[in-house]
């Protein structure tokens, strides 16, 4: 019965994201049918990789015959920020090792926002799986659908692959207004990413999370200091 609970609260819990989730499935399931790879390659990819955005990049990787080695660098760089995930996800709730290596796995964008929340700080471990399961889920069968019905989508339709940058944004006002007015956040993450940019602009996403990372460290420390001082 718990677990039933558990698998109810959590489909409730990712409803939203996930249907944010189906056209981008959609969209990436019918690139890969019209990039010239067999349909199953969708399914294969979003079950088994489950990157995302690294997904994207791999179809052209495939079909270019990439070596090997610049896939893997590629998928390092596309996919580094989930160490920084890996910091504050509440992976100790998760109970089992294979329960544990799959919550790994699944550690995307969207669990983490949605487990970072104010109100999910009292989610149980099996709730947290769930919910993974789902979301995962969400992106499978929508690429699995994508290749094949993506002979029926034409040509002229435009606009689907906005549907990451939507459902980021989405996340982001969810994330900022679980912030009661911490604003130094935010601004320190911009601040972060534009130094990134002009220093290093062909590892932004290393630089960017590296120098968001040392700026809380030391924000953390000045905020423990502070009571020795008062």
């Known amino acids: 019965m718990h677990t039933s609970s558990a698998a109810r609260d959590a489909f409730r819990d990712c409803a ?3 249907l944010g989730m189906l056209p981008l499935g ?3 399931g019918a690139l890969v049918v019209q990039s010239g790879l067999d349909w199953w390659w969708a399914g294969l990819s979003a079950a088994l990789i489950y990157g995302g955005s690294f ?3 791999l179809i052209g990787m495939v079909t270019a015959a990439a070596p090997l080695a610049s896939i893997a660098v590629a998928a390092f760089l596309v996919q580094a920020r989930h160490v920084f995930y890996a910091l504050s996800f509440p992976l100790h709730l998760v109970r089992g090792g294979l329960a544990k290596t ?3 796995f699944a550690l995307t964008d969207e ?3 949605l487990t970072s929340t104010e109100r999910s700080r009292s989610w149980s471990g099996p709730r947290i799986l769930w919910l993974q399961f789902f979301l995962h889920l969400y992106w499978a069968g929508s690429a699995a659908a994508g290749a094949l019905l993506g002979s029926l989508v034409p040509d002229g339709v435009t606009g689907l692959d906005f549907a990451l940058t939507a ?4 996340l982001a006002l969810d994330a900022l207004r679980d912030l009661r007015g911490d604003l130094p956040t935010p601004l320190l993450a911009l601040l972060c990413a534009l130094a990134a940019r002009l220093l290093v602009p062909h590892q932004l996403l290393l630089a960017s999370f590296a ?3 040392a700026g809380l460290l030391v924000r953390r420390l000045a905020d423990v200091r502070k009571p020795a001082h008062a």
């Open 111 to 113: 669990a983490y926002a």
């Open 167 to 170: 459902l980021f944004v989405v």
């Open 102 to 104: 799959y919550s790994t």
């Open 55 to 57: 997904e994207f990049l």
């Open 26 to 28: 959609l969209a990436f």
């Open 16 to 18: 939203s994201v996930g």
């Open 211 to 213: 120098l968001f990372t």
